[in-house]
């Protein structure tokens, strides 16, 4: 993936819980999640593994996405994550992460 690109993506918390979010810069994003300078959401609930990410041509686009699946149910996001798996098999972050 691209640095720079309008990215949504979905991470499995240690909870179990899925959090979602929009960034421009992934592997940055990524990191500030395992260092616990993220979402305030995130804090503390690391490891994650990197269950979905999408790519935007503009901000907008990725944003009005991310407000979509934010309004979906669980189960919702697990169908539209496990129909989105074809892809994320050769992101190198699909790997579990760890806090540092």
């Avoid at 720079?4 to 918390?13: A, D, K, Q």
């Avoid at 009005?64 to 169908?79: D, N, P, S, V």
């Amino acid at each position: 993936m691209e640095n720079n690109e309008h990215t949504v993506y979905m991470l499995r918390c240690k909870d179990n819980t899925i959090y979602t979010g929009y960034t421009n810069h992934l592997e940055n994003r990524l990191r500030m999640h395992e260092e616990g300078k993220g979402a305030k959401y995130t804090r503390g609930r690391g490891p994650f593994t990197l269950l979905y990410c999408a790519s935007f041509s503009s901000k907008r686009e990725a944003l009005r996405e991310e407000y979509r699946i934010k309004q979906l149910t669980r189960i919702q996001k697990e169908r539209l994550i496990n129909s989105d798996q074809k892809g994320m098999a050769d992101h190198e972050d699909s790997k579990k992460l760890s806090k540092s």
